[in-house]
């Protein structure tokens, strides 16, 4: 078992908000923070103890990180797993490569879920421009292409109706790998947080219900208002790909509810957007928890929740005009979050606020609520 002391170096790959989070988490038992990312005023790199700057993909970069770090970790999943390769033999990186490296590539997702014998929605995978045509063999329209490999909120997905939107859409050469899926008239999007630790102990965090716009989460409420028959295979399903993939660490898997079914949309091997909200709303967070799984300390436990929902705050807040933080803050039971970004460009997450109250559908209402507050006077 790997055991990281106070003191201790924790690597992490990447400097996005969620590195940022992880960071507060392992603060708090004490532990340093190294971090590998291209951009010296990422959010990690802001508060790590130690920034090394370099591409992800930076042999060097990557040895010297490992060097320094009792463990490594990543906050997301576009890094390069040969670089890594090499490295983990002889220094521990959670969550496992194997699963790092099917979480890259949705055809990889969907078949692992087929061998597991969860359910999905109906896909083809291509994964050269000379497999292509197999795609046209699909039969189930609406339908959704998407790119296989690097695409993230929502980029890089097209929505076509028939074997000939198809066509066009195979005619400008996307980036392969390419997956098409029949597009699944849900009811609602879910997702579950868990985490799992060296002695294959599972915390879960219940089921969040997720709204996203444009391809981006925006609206997170827990815990998610939908039958426990649903909640429990949604758990269930959860649970079985962390012990299949030999998880350490934490990891979100979403999906699509139609019925009594969950159809699983993607897994993210890392904390996620939709468990932000865990911050408040349970004894130990998605990040505390990742961070004793990798340190090999016991998780936090019970791990009991209340309602919350969490709102994100996009850039497109900011071409508004100067945002009133105030009156956000003045909101009761309400958190906000800003991840000290410089530039609020369109699409990018700024920061999310966190609302509880004594039920989901009131949280939700306080959160948005808390939101609209950023922007009250600016609309008059
Ligand atoms: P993804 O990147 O796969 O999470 O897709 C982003 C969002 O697009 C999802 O959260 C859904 O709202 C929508 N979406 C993606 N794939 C499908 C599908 N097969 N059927 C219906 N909606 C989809």
Same mark, same amino acid.
């Given at each position: 078992?790997?055991?990281?002391?106070?003191?201790?170096?924790?690597?992490?790959?990447?400097?996005? %908000?969620?590195?940022?989070?992880?960071?507060?988490? #392992?603060?708090?038992?004490?532990?340093?923070?190294?971090?590998?990312?291209?951009?010296?005023?990422?959010?990690?790199?802001?508060?790590?103890?130690?920034?090394?700057? #370099?591409?992800?993909?930076?042999?060097?970069?990557?040895?010297?990180?490992?060097?320094? #770090?009792?463990?490594?970790?990543?906050?997301?999943?576009?890094?390069?797993?040969?670089?890594?390769?090499?490295?983990?033999?002889?220094?521990?990186?959670?969550?496992?490569?194997?699963?790092?490296?099917?979480?890259?590539?949705?055809?990889?997702?969907?078949?692992?879920?087929?061998?597991?014998?969860?359910?999905?929605?109906?896909?083809?995978?291509?994964?050269?421009?000379?497999?292509?045509? %197999?795609?046209?063999?699909?039969?189930?329209?609406?339908?959704?292409?998407?790119?296989?490999?690097?695409?993230?909120?929502?980029?890089? %997905?097209?929505?076509?109706?028939?074997?000939?939107?198809?066509?066009?859409?195979?005619?400008?050469?996307?980036?392969?790998?390419?997956?098409?899926?029949?597009?699944?008239?849900?009811?609602?999007?879910?997702?579950?947080?868990?985490?799992?630790?060296?002695?294959?102990?599972?915390?879960?965090?219940?089921?969040?219900?997720?709204?996203?716009?444009?391809?981006?989460?925006?609206?997170?409420?827990?815990?998610?208002?939908?039958?426990?028959?649903?909640?429990?295979?949604?758990?269930?399903?959860?649970?079985?790909?962390?012990?299949?993939?030999?998880?350490?660490?934490?990891?979100?898997?979403?999906?699509?509810?139609?019925?009594?079914?969950?159809?699983?949309?993607?897994?993210?091997?890392?904390?996620?957007?939709?468990?932000?909200?865990?911050?408040?709303?349970?004894?130990?967070?998605?990040?505390?928890?990742?961070?004793?799984?990798?340190?090999?300390?016991?998780?936090?436990?019970?791990?009991?929740?209340?309602?919350?929902?969490?709102?994100?705050?996009?850039?497109?807040?900011? %071409?508004?005009?100067?945002?009133?933080?105030?009156?956000?803050?003045?909101?009761?039971?309400?958190?906000?979050?800003?991840?000290?970004?410089?530039?609020?460009?369109?699409?990018?997450?700024?920061?999310?606020?966190?609302?509880?109250?004594?039920?989901?559908?009131?949280?939700?209402?306080?959160?948005?609520?808390?939101?609209?507050?950023?922007?009250?006077?600016?609309?008059?």
């Amino acid at each position: 078992m790997i055991r990281v002391d106070p003191g201790d170096y924790i690597g992490i790959i990447g400097g996005g %908000q969620l590195g940022r989070m992880m960071a507060y988490s #392992a603060y708090q038992l004490g532990y340093r923070i190294a971090v590998l990312d291209p951009d010296s005023e990422s959010p990690l790199a802001q508060i790590a103890h130690k920034k090394i700057i #370099a591409a992800y993909d930076d042999k060097k970069a990557v040895q010297e990180l490992a060097g320094l #770090a009792s463990v490594m970790t990543y906050e997301f999943e576009n890094v390069s797993v040969p670089e890594l390769e090499s490295v983990s033999r002889d220094h521990p990186i959670f969550p496992n490569l194997r699963l790092l490296s099917i979480s890259q590539n949705r055809i990889n997702e969907k078949n692992m879920c087929r061998r597991l014998g969860l359910k999905t929605a109906n896909f083809l995978g291509a994964e050269t421009y000379e497999q292509c045509s %197999q795609l046209l063999e699909f039969g189930h329209y609406p339908a959704v292409v998407k790119i296989a490999r690097g695409g993230y909120d929502g980029k890089g %997905q097209w929505r076509v109706e028939s074997r000939t939107e198809l066509e066009e859409v195979l005619e400008k050469r996307p980036h392969m790998p390419l997956i098409i899926e029949e597009f699944v008239p849900y009811d609602v999007e879910i997702s579950v947080v868990l985490t799992r630790d060296q002695q294959k102990e599972m915390v879960d965090f219940g089921v969040m219900e997720n709204y996203h716009r444009q391809g981006i989460l925006d609206v997170s409420i827990s815990p998610a208002r939908v039958s426990e028959q649903v909640a429990e295979r949604a758990i269930s399903y959860a649970r079985q790909i962390a012990s299949d993939l030999d998880l350490v660490g934490t990891m979100t898997v979403e999906f699509f509810v139609v019925g009594d079914e969950v159809l699983v949309n993607e897994l993210a091997p890392r904390p996620h957007n939709s468990g932000h909200l865990t911050i408040e709303a349970f004894d130990y967070s998605q990040f505390d928890q990742h961070i004793r799984a990798i340190a090999g300390v016991p998780l936090g436990r019970p791990c009991r929740g209340t309602p919350a929902a969490m709102a994100n705050l996009l850039g497109d807040l900011w %071409q508004q005009g100067a945002l009133d933080w105030r009156k956000a803050l003045e909101t009761p039971h309400t958190s906000v979050h800003l991840y000290g970004k410089s530039e609020p460009r369109l699409g990018r997450k700024m920061g999310h606020i966190t609302a509880l109250a004594d039920t989901p559908e009131a949280a939700g209402r306080r959160v948005r609520h808390a939101r609209e507050e950023l922007t009250r006077d600016l609309t008059l």
